[in-house]
């Protein structure tokens, strides 16, 4: 027993108990006097050990599985606190959602800007600043991105990067509203002046017309009057002080310009500016304006200050100009639109995370319980009196990502809680608990474009007004595959594998891009066209250059396949062209999926004038084909017939050179023969010569040609086959030559010499029915 008992009785342990052991022990204790009596009675002492109590948190697990397109998943199921039977007055609890690490702070949706205010319900006419770089819109290209095409695509500008934004991008005036919205993440980095946005003086003055830039951890907005007969001060810069500006998180910024009003809006909660200041309007001047992303464009004389580092890029007559005045962080959807403000609703919907933490308590629980959740539903605060309440609204905390294809990766979660007891001094301490949501990888959708990728057409239907339809027959599909686990026996079949199901799902499209392969557009002679008025019922928008087309914004694979269907190639000076080429590609979420190459080759059918060939027309009338005019699809080649009386100069020259060829041909095989035959008759005369003449032939050998006979015996059906290609005349002459020969051979046959040869022709005769002559 590990219990020692000294002389006045106390009873202690030698060591360390543990419930896991023994959960009892029983001690029975014996009273002596000083003569040693013993005591009348023993006692029974029982030492029970309770089980060790932490409290805390139990019964969660630190790592919960999501996979996308599930709706949401309880995130603690089977979670309860334990307080050790301690007395509780009440309970807090905070459940934190960490997601800063994601794109712009969560997970949203990778449209365009552009897109995504037509999502929210914003006005049309926003221009996006910052795009995706593609052939219409490359003034990004050089930038650098941060993060990947499975969250926002970002742009990161280090201090020396700027972009100058192309005229007819936008136009601003101060006397009418805008709206500029941004994402940044800006950290402290010093007290210099740093640019966002400026518009500025093209050349010769350095008047800085409107402006956003960070100086410190101040917002600034600079807005200089346009000129104006009253000279009066009014309101030019306003100032704002916020934590946000260098805390290095992603925020979201809104500005409402109206005029001598100007709201902001950072994360969607209105901010008041600490100071306003005022200028003069701008002096008169007629000088063009250059707008500039992540920097300023101004004129210098040789003066610099810190901020001026840039090197040279241009020179004027009165001083150099170049940037200054370089930003220095991450910028994301900036976007300007002039002619309405943003209503506080849009501002909502641009900056909500498409994941965030959800609780739907059931009515029959929950009671007494107090819930409150941030606005971008990452943090849940939950607080009551009544343990069990509390435990079961804490089992209904969800997880939920509305987006088709979520970004993967980890979301940590955390519990922090705060317990208040009866009696402070016993009150518990409950550690913090930390888990993580491990969104699974979704399964990525599958762009493919189908249709006909070669046809030809008649030089006249690419003059016409209407042009040739590039993409008659384009259809879009995506599909995606999944794996399928065996049913039934081979369920508990090791050996059977799971099978591979490729399936057809529905989802958008934010841009279709059309390229020509080759040369650029030439606009004097050709182009690409599209009914703008079918368009716009869509809300497609449409951006076109010599390198072709875009179509951008959020709709349907069926409306992208109605509108590229509209899509006509143009070509008014057709002479010396053959064929063009032009390549598709659609992506989703700003590229994050992006379709096959979709290629199409258009071949040019140059026609013969009626008219002017009307007597060639007549002459060969197999070339022509009036009566038929649809297309007829020809081993991938989808061939129409352009016009009447159409004439294909290439197919005449070939059949021309082989009726000459065969022409020839019969001809040279006629003297041919005739020659043949000729030299047959001279040697048939030779042998009957020889014959007559003694030989001594003991020691020769002879070798007997076995045609030779059958040579001799159609000679005369060959000579009357000649005959109906020849003269009448010579076949006659011919004729009697060959009958002369045969009666002066049979004559022959008594003599001793002349049966050997016929003996030995006869022998090596074979059958002749299969010969062909």
């Known amino acids: 027993m590990p219990f020692t008992v000294d002389k006045d009785g106390y009873i202690k342990n030698t060591e360390k108990l543990n419930y896991g052991k023994e959960h009892q022990y029983k001690l029975t204790v014996t009273a002596y006097d000083c003569g040693k009596r013993r005591a009348a ?158 518009s500025s003086d093209k050349t010769e003055m350095n008047r800085h017309h409107y402006s956003l830039y960070v100086h410190g951890c101040r917002l600034i907005f600079l807005l200089r009057q346009d000129p104006s007969e009253e000279k009066k001060y009014k309101p030019a810069e306003f100032h704002w002080k916020l934590n946000q500006v260098c805390d290095e998180e992603w925020h979201h910024y809104v500005l409402n310009v109206e005029f001598p009003s100007v709201t902001l809006y950072v994360d969607g909660a209105a901010q008041e500016p600490f100071s306003v200041t005022e200028d003069y309007p701008l002096h008169p001047a007629q000088i063009e304006t250059q707008l500039v992303v992540g920097a300023c464009w101004q004129e210098f004389s040789g003066v610099e200050n810190d901020n001026e580092t840039e090197p040279v890029t241009m020179a004027s007559a009165g001083g150099d100009l170049r940037m200054t005045q370089f930003f220095r962080g991450n910028l994301a959807g900036l976007t300007l639109r002039s002619g309405k403000l943003a209503d506080k609703k849009v501002i909502d919907c641009l900056y909500t995370c498409k994941e965030g933490l959800d609780l739907q308590v059931p009515e029959d629980s929950g009671r007494g319980v107090q819930i409150q959740a941030s606005p971008s539903q990452s943090v849940l605060t939950l607080e009551g009196d009544d343990l069990g309440e509390l435990d079961k609204a804490m089992q209904h905390v969800s997880y939920l990502n509305s987006r088709q294809f979520p970004t993967p990766g980890i979301r940590r979660l955390k519990i922090t809680s705060s317990v208040k007891c009866f009696n402070e001094a016993t009150c518990i301490s409950v550690p913090p608990v930390d888990g993580y949501v491990m969104v699974l990888q979704p399964e990525e959708p599958k762009i493919s474009l189908s249709g006909i990728h070669h046809f030809a057409r008649a030089a006249s239907e690419f003059e016409s007004s209407e042009g040739v339809s590039l993409f008659p027959e384009l259809r879009i599909i995506s599909t995606i595959t999944r794996e399928v686990e065996p049913e039934g026996d081979g369920a508990e079949d090791p050996t059977v594998q799971e099978s591979l199901v490729s399936e057809e799902i529905v989802h958008d499209l934010d841009t279709c891009e059309v390229t020509v392969e080759g040369e650029e557009l030439n606009p004097e002679q050709e182009s690409l066209e599209v009914d703008m008025a079918r368009l716009q019922q869509k809300g497609i928008e449409v951006s076109s250059s010599e390198l072709g087309v875009t179509f951008t914004g959020v709709d349907t694979m069926v409306s992208y396949e109605e509108v590229l269907h509209l899509l006509r190639y143009r070509n008014w ?201």
């Open 573 to 773: 000076h057709t002479r010396s062209l053959l064929d063009r080429k032009f390549k598709l590609i659609c992506s989703e979420l700003n590229g994050r999926y992006t379709s096959n190459e979709f290629k199409v080759e258009v071949n040019v059918i140059h026609t013969a004038n009626p008219v002017e060939h009307a007597n060639h027309m007549a002459a060969q009338p197999q070339f022509v084909h009036p009566e038929h005019r649809s297309f007829v699809d020809l081993s991938g080649h989808n061939l129409a017939n352009p016009h009447p009386f159409a004439v294909v100069p290439s197919t005449a020259t070939v059949v021309i050179v082989v009726c000459v060829s065969f022409l020839v041909f019969m001809i040279i095989l006629g003297v041919f023969r005739i020659r043949a035959a000729h030299q047959r008759t001279m040697r048939d005369q030779d042998t009957g010569k020889e014959n007559e003449m003694d030989w001594d032939d003991s020691a020769l050998t002879i070798t007997v040609n076995p045609m030779e006979t059958y040579e001799d015996q159609h000679s005369s059906e060959e000579e009357e086959e000649e005959e109906e290609e020849e003269d009448s005349e010579d076949g006659e002459e011919d004729d009697d030559i060959t009958s002369a020969e045969s009666e002066s051979s049979e004559e022959e046959e008594g003599e001793q010499g002349g049966r050997q040869d016929v003996a030995r022709q006869q022998q090596l005769e074979w059958d002749d029915s299969t010969l062909s002559y």
């Open 41 to 198: 009675e023993d006692v029974l002492v029982k030492i029970s050990i309770k089980p060790t109590c932490t409290p805390g948190w139990q019964g969660w697990n630190n790592r919960i599985e999501y996979e996308p397109g599930t709706g949401a998943l309880s995130v603690f199921p089977n979670i309860h606190l334990e307080t050790c039977d301690e007395p509780i007055a009440s309970v807090q609890a905070m459940v934190e959602l960490e997601t800063s690490h994601i794109g712009k702070g969560c997970d949203r949706d990778t449209y365009s800007e552009k897109s995504l205010h037509r999502l929210c319900g914003a006005a049309a006419g926003t221009a996006e600043l910052l795009p995706a770089p593609s052939s219409t819109l490359n003034w990004t290209v050089g930038l650098p991105t941060d993060n990947g095409h499975d969250s926002d695509q970002v742009f990161e500008f280090n201090g020396t990067q700027a972009v100058r934004i192309p005229d007819g991008i936008v136009s601003v005036s101060s006397k009418e509203p805008f709206t500029i919205s941004v994402w940044m993440r800006h950290g402290p980095f010093g007290r210099k002046k740093e640019t966002i946005l400026c």
